[in-house]
């Protein structure tokens, strides 16, 4: 089925289109955005950020790649469209986080919350327990009567998972990963004005052990493999950029080098549907089989393992659809 692309519904588009109009586009948007998958680190990268986008260019030619977001730089749609591409650009969260943490600062607000609460909520409680049937097929014993020592088992099976969200934005679903009993955590945005606002919610709140850092998932400089990488929204952002396609197969190659043998990428989309999403890995699997030689770091491959299967479903030109899917992935 053909993807059924709402925006989420909680973007301002008045607010929006003043950004248009104002500090956004006066700092030249165009050049800011050309750059924006720049990464704000205190350490430098590993590889060279040219060479990146040319080997992914290379690849989107040769794989004659088809994206699964159908947005387009050079399409001439209403003004609704050329502001909700915005949001693949880091000038777009730049100014909306510098908004949004003066907003906490003066009232304690937390700011948007990608999807809504109650999606967040479902994903962190539908993650938690992939986690845990995950980490009690590795137990020799784990049938066991006892309540309270399947209970603490649980914490310590989920303490063993080392989390990263990436493209965390104001951090809430690292707490609400936290309240599920997820302990190392890890958190990752290009927007320092991000970063700064999780801090300080994440401080506010008493999550003092979630570590949070301004960098780019398609330029990342973390070394460390992660048992669970969250994505919520972060590859439909990267899909609204005019380089959208290529910067998506830049993605996936992160994401290969970021989530450990046998560990989980879930991802949350409100532009993709669960077999697009599908679709896109098969197209990543086969690249990555078809390379001649296999260079060292390069990650693993990734498979399906589930979905959420209890969002609200509508009618929509006779397909029945939902506003918001979330797939699990395992990298071999």
Not at 95 to 103: C, G, K, Q, S
Not at 213 to 230: A, G, S
Request: glycine letters at 8%; proline letters at 2%; aromatic letters at 8%.
């Amino acid at each position: 089925m053909a993807g059924i692309r709402l925006p989420p519904e909680d973007i301002d588009i008045s607010q929006a289109r003043a950004l248009l109009t104002a500090d956004l586009i006066s700092d030249d948007d165009r050049s800011i955005a050309a750059d924006s998958w720049s990464i704000k680190s205190d350490y430098g990268s590993t590889l060279d950020d040219d060479q990146r986008h040319a080997d992914a260019s290379e690849a989107l030619a040769a794989a004659r790649f088809c994206a699964a977001s159908d947005y387009s730089s050079d399409k001439e749609e209403p003004d609704a469209e050329t502001i909700t591409s915005m949001l693949g650009y880091q000038s777009y969260w730049d100014a909306t986080y510098a908004d949004e943490l003066t907003n906490f600062r003066e009232h304690g607000d937390a700011g948007e919350v990608w999807f809504g609460s109650d999606v967040m909520e479902m994903v962190a409680s539908w993650t938690k327990g992939l986690c845990v049937d995950i980490s009690q097929r590795h137990l020799q014993n784990h049938h066991n009567d006892d309540d309270s020592e399947s209970v603490s088992q649980e914490d310590k099976d989920l303490a063993r998972w080392s989390v990263l969200d990436v493209g965390t934005g104001n951090g809430m679903l690292l707490h609400e990963l936290a309240k599920q009993g997820f302990s190392d955590l890890t958190g990752i945005d290009y927007s320092e004005g991000a970063i700064n606002l999780a801090r300080s919610l994440a401080n506010r709140d008493g999550f003092i052990g979630i570590k949070l850092l301004i960098d780019d998932v398609l330029e990342t400089k973390l070394e460390k493999k992660f048992e669970l990488v969250m994505d919520k929204g972060t590859l439909d952002a990267i899909g609204l950029h005019q380089d959208g396609p290529i910067k998506r197969i830049m993605y996936w190659e992160s994401m290969s080098r970021l989530v450990a043998p046998g560990g989980l990428l879930v991802i949350t989309s409100c532009n993709n549907t669960k077999e697009e999403l599908v679709q896109e890995v098969e197209n990543f699997n086969q690249r990555k089989i078809g390379e001649v030689e296999e260079e060292e770091g390069k990650g693993g491959l990734f498979w399906y393992l589930d979905h959420i299967r209890s969002y609200p479903t509508f009618m929509f030109g006779g397909s029945v659809g939902s506003r918001v899917a979330t797939v699990a992935f395992c990298v071999r």
